[in-house]
């Protein structure tokens, strides 16, 4: 019996149904690999004609939403059965920020889909959507001269998962970050960033980068370039003295609470703790300038251990210290320390173009024509250096440890100063 013959038809009817299908489709491949908005999209549809005859009749798409829907058609003219490599390329354009979805529509004939299933969908990414529904805000933290805050607001139902923000000056040099905190971004969220070391933030308005990365900074998802003031408005600004119960036992009774500067009292009132009411806090609006905070019971307490700060936006807070009968334990803390917007509560050192602020533990010191202040020399009144650093903008402050009078020297000027006092 010739088995050959049987072999042959089957053979030959293999490629009388292959030649049937004019373009087997291998691959899927995006072009560029991982575009942004800002790129032209291509599609390129690699694979092999089935015969010398075919062809690529009709290669179109239609992007709706993050589906890209394309029609494909292949036909023959007839021609030796023989596979001929063939990539269609199929522009698609700048498209918005998302995943989108290949699939090939009803209209498409002749072809027979053979790329992997990860080959069908592919992201762009970018700053146009969901980004533009992203309403950003960028200042400084309210308590603290080492970082600034993000303030986010949105109504987008994209998550952005394990998100942090990145803000970059407009050399692109790197000036705060955020670490990873949330889970993703909620409606109303505040971001704190820690400026880098070394890092100097330009004194007002500034061009500015912000990037929110996605996925532990694995993903860069938006993008924006934008004037930043790090300093809000000028005016005062909203904060909140708060009283709260931190111990097991329950504290009952009424606080007289009061903030000053080094001119006196600018607020006052009292606190009450009740049994069903353990928190309790009050609100002032004061300029950016350097306090002090004392709440003292009215009655010897009655248990718990009350403690008291101040909040501001985004649940920032000062550090908190606790409410003693028999010692006032006293609360210091600086309201945007960056934005002393004049020289109202600060003591002109000498008339020699400096303004300087004592504080418990240090001194602000700030050029009175906003030049940066440059070299800082510190010495004591026997004439020893006791600090040495350098300031690249108009205001810094120095930690002194031991109170007393010393002299300063800094942007161009000698001036007296007392310092350490608590």
Known sequence: MNRTLPLLVLLLMALAGRAQTHFYMDQILVQPANPTTLDEVEIDLV????????????????????????????????????????????????????????????????????????????TVSGPEFPCDELNVAVQWAPFSDTAVMVHVQHTTVEQFDYPNFILFDAQGDTLAKETVTFFAIPQDSWHTLRLI?????????????????????????????????????VGCHTIHPTLANFGGAIPIGTFNWTIADDGGVVAAGQFELTPDVQLDADTVCLPAGAYFMNVSPLAPPTGGAPTYYVAGPGLTATESRPVLWSLPVELDFPLYPYCLESPEGISDAEGQGLFTATMPGGLWVRTADGRPLGAMRLMDAQGRLVMATTANMDRHYLPVGTPGVYVLHAGGHAVKVVAGMD
């Open 197 to 233: 070391d070394g890092a100097t933030p330009p004194v007002g308005t500034f061009n500015g980068r912000l990037e929110l990365w996605t996925g532990f900074t694995s993903t860069l998802a938006c993008v924006w370039e934008l004037p930043i003031d790090l300093c809000p408005p």
């Open 47 to 122: 694979g092999n004609l089935s015969d010398g005859g075919a062809y690529i009749a009709t290669a179109q798409a239609d992007v709706s939403g993050g589906q890209v829907n394309i029609t494909l058609v292949a036909l023959s003219n007839g021609g030796i059965t023989v596979l001929v490599p063939h990539t269609e390329t199929i522009v698609l354009g700048q498209l918005p920020a998302g995943t989108y979805t290949i699939d090939f529509t009803d209209a498409s004939t002749g072809i027979l889909d053979g790329a992997p299933a990860a080959q069908h969908t592919f």
